[in-house]
């Protein structure tokens, strides 16, 4: 299961100066698993669920 990451002073610095500079929020999770590899399809398929339920869908290997 993916949990919320345990950054440092300056990790966390670094974050919320690329949020800011971006004008967006950020979450940092710890990476158990590397992100899947998807085909365009695959991607589609998701991208449409995450928009059927409101959610944000990642996907692990």
Excluded: W
Excluded at 30 to 42: D, H, M, N
């Amino acid at each position: 299961m993916t949990e919320i990451a345990h950054l440092t002073d300056t990790q966390l610095k670094q974050v919320k100066d690329c949020e800011h500079s971006l004008g967006v929020i950020m979450v940092a999770y710890q990476q158990e698993r590397p992100v899947g590899k998807l085909s365009t399809a695959a991607i589609g398929k998701i991208q449409a669920l995450e928009k059927e339920l409101g959610v944000l869908l990642i996907a692990y290997d």
